[in-house]
């Protein structure tokens, strides 16, 4: 079973940068794809980005396309989400999670999940 851990979140600026960074241990990395969710108050968790076991295929929600890169390096046992040109409806909890299976989009058909890292971004 794999642990995830989540840094990199904090406070930002419109217009601003962060790179969220999601840590696992327990088992290698390579053996799962990878994605990156978020939870805003009151709305649902949505995926913004995912990423096979390779980093050979990536998604992105519309809404972060062109500003959003995710990214893995296997041999670090760590995957990113570097995040640009930040808006404040990008203000959520942000999530990562593990699974498997490629090609995921809903949140129910990841297994294993970090604890979340906060984004607020001000305008």
């Known amino acids: 079973q794999v642990q995830l851990v989540e840094s990199g979140g904090g406070l930002v600026q419109a217009g601003g940068s962060l790179r969220l960074s999601c840590a696992a241990s327990g088992r290698t990395l390579s053996s799962y794809a990878m994605g990156w969710f978020r939870q805003a108050p009151g709305k649902e968790r949505e995926l913004v980005a995912a990423?096979?076991?390779?980093?050979?295929?990536?998604y992105y929600a519309d809404s972060v396309k062109g500003r959003f890169t995710i990214s893995r390096d296997n041999a670090k046992n760590t995957v990113y989400l570097q995040m640009n040109s930040l808006k404040p409806e990008d203000t959520a909890v942000y999530y990562c999670?593990?699974?498997?299976?490629?090609?995921?989009?809903?949140?129910?058909?990841?297994?294993?999940w970090g604890q979340g890292t906060q984004v607020t971004v001000s305008s």
């Open positions: 999670a593990a699974d498997h299976r490629s090609g995921l989009r809903v949140d129910y058909e990841y297994n294993y």
């Open positions: 990423i096979n076991w390779n980093g050979g295929s990536t």
